[in-house]
C-alpha cells in the first residue's frame, strides 16, 4: 500500500462471514465453506480524506471494496493537471487490474472518510479458481468498471458546465435523494467535470442563485433533484 495511505489508516481484520455489507461486497456470494480457503489476512482499514490506498504505476498486491465513504480514481495528464475519472461508493471494488498482473492504473485518493477491506490479490485469485460463485462476481464487476467508465465519461465529460455539474449532483445524491450532498474542493470538482476551477466555482454561484442547490455548510448542499433532472436533460 501507498506510503500515505498505511499512515493515514486505522487497521482491524476483517470478518467477511458477518460483513454488515456482505451483499454489495465482492464476497457476497460466498458459502462458509468457502471462507476456509482464506488464509492470508483480510484487512479492514479506515482512512481520513486526502489519504491514498494506491497510486498510479504501483504493483498491486491488493484489491479494496470500499464499505463506506466516497473515494476518487485519479489520471494525471502529461501536463501534469488531474482527471477525475470515476468516484467509487459504498460496495465498489478498486484496483481489479492486479487481477491480470496490472500495475494500478490510477491513484485512488479519499474524498470523505472510508472504510475499505484490503484483499490481497492471491485470496482473490484462489477463490476465482475454486469457487464459481466468486468468478461470476468478478466477471460482474468487470463489467460494471467498465459501464460506470463510460458512463461517467458521457455524462460528465460532455455537454455545458451546468448539465455537467447537474448531472454529478444528480450521481452524488442517488444512494440517499433525501440527504445533502457533500461535494469536495472546486479543484476536485473541475477535475471531475473536465472545466477549470473558475468555470467550476462560477456554474455552482449560478446553481445558488437560481435555487438548484442550497449550500447548507461549506460544500455541502440541499438539492432540488426535479428542477437538476431538468439542467440535465436539457442543460
Given at each position: 500500500?501507498?506510503?500515505?495511505?498505511?499512515?493515514?489508516?486505522?487497521?482491524?481484520?476483517?470478518?467477511?462471514?458477518?460483513?454488515?455489507?456482505?451483499?454489495?461486497?465482492?464476497?457476497?456470494?460466498?458459502?462458509?465453506?468457502?471462507?476456509?480457503?482464506?488464509?492470508?489476512?483480510?484487512?479492514?482499514?479506515?482512512?481520513?480524506?486526502?489519504?491514498?490506498?494506491?497510486?498510479?504505476?504501483?504493483e498491486g498486491g491488493s484489491l479494496y471494496t470500499i464499505r463506506g465513504g466516497l473515494v476518487k480514481l485519479v489520471q494525471f495528464l502529461p501536463d501534469g493537471t488531474q482527471r477525475i475519472v470515476r468516484l467509487l461508493r459504498r460496495g465498489a471494488v478498486a484496483g481489479l487490474e492486479v487481477l491480470v498482473g496490472k500495475p494500478y492504473e490510477h491513484t485512488a485518493v479519499v474524498l470523505q472518510e472510508a472504510e475499505t477491506c484490503r484483499l490481497p490479490r492471491a485470496v482473490v485469485e484462489r477463490l476465482s479458481k475454486e469457487t464459481p460463485r466468486l468468478h461470476a462476481r468478478l466477471m460482474e464487476r468487470w463489467y460494471q468498471s467498465l459501464h460506470q467508465a463510460d458512463e461517467w465519461l458521457t455524462e460528465l465529460s460532455t455537454g455545458s458546465a451546468r448539465r455537467r455539474l447537474a448531472r454529478l449532483f444528480l450521481k452524488l445524491a442517488a444512494d440517499a435523494p433525501n440527504e445533502p450532498v457533500l461535494l469536495s474542493g472546486r479543484e476536485d470538482l473541475g477535475a471531475m467535470l473536465g472545466v477549470g476551477m473558475e468555470t467550476a466555482s462560477r456554474t455552482i454561484a449560478e446553481f445558488k442563485r437560481a435555487g438548484l442547490v442550497v449550500e447548507q455548510a461549506p460544500n455541502v448542499f440541499i438539492c432540488d433533484l426535479s428542477a437538476l433532472e431538468a439542467v440535465a436533460l436539457d442543460g
Open positions: 500500500m501507498h506510503r500515505n495511505g498505511i499512515d493515514a489508516a486505522r487497521l482491524g481484520t476483517a470478518r467477511c462471514s458477518s460483513c454488515a455489507i456482505r451483499d454489495l461486497v465482492l464476497f457476497g456470494d460466498l458459502r462458509d465453506q468457502d471462507f476456509d480457503l482464506i488464509h492470508i489476512p483480510i484487512d479492514e482499514l479506515r482512512f481520513q480524506p486526502g489519504a491514498t490506498l494506491y497510486s498510479a504505476g504501483d
